[in-house]
């Protein structure tokens, strides 16, 4: 006994819609699967474009912590320089009142 024959009649006139059915189900399964890829591939290019932003701006860290590392450099060699320069004016001044001191007592 054959499949078909089991069936009963309004059965077997079903066969044609749900062929039809599983046909539609399976151009609507193939057009959800292109829709999905082209979303991927739309995500992949955002994903690309913002790996290049975080790269670019990674870039840009590296130099601005260059440029305040240099810059903190300079402001250290800077104060150490003006700390010199005050010692100096400091013991300058220490001699000059010292020779004018001098100089009065032999003037006296």
Not at 16 to 25: A, K
Not at 55 to 63: A, I, W, Y
Not at 71 to 80: F, H
């Amino acid at each position: 006994m054959s499949v078909g024959s089991s069936l009963l009649p309004s059965e077997r006139n079903d066969f044609p819609t749900i062929y039809q059915s599983i046909m539609e189900h399976r151009e609507e399964s193939k057009i959800e699967s292109r829709r999905t890829q082209l979303a991927c591939r739309k995500m992949q290019t955002q994903i690309r474009r913002l790996a290049k932003t975080c790269s670019e701006f990674s870039m840009r860290m590296e130099e601005a912590e260059t440029w305040i590392s240099r810059l903190e450099d300079d402001v250290g060699s800077q104060r150490m320089t003006r700390e010199t320069m005050e010692k100096q004016l400091e013991d300058t001044q220490w001699k000059l009142t010292d020779l004018e001191d001098r100089l009065r007592c032999n003037n006296l």
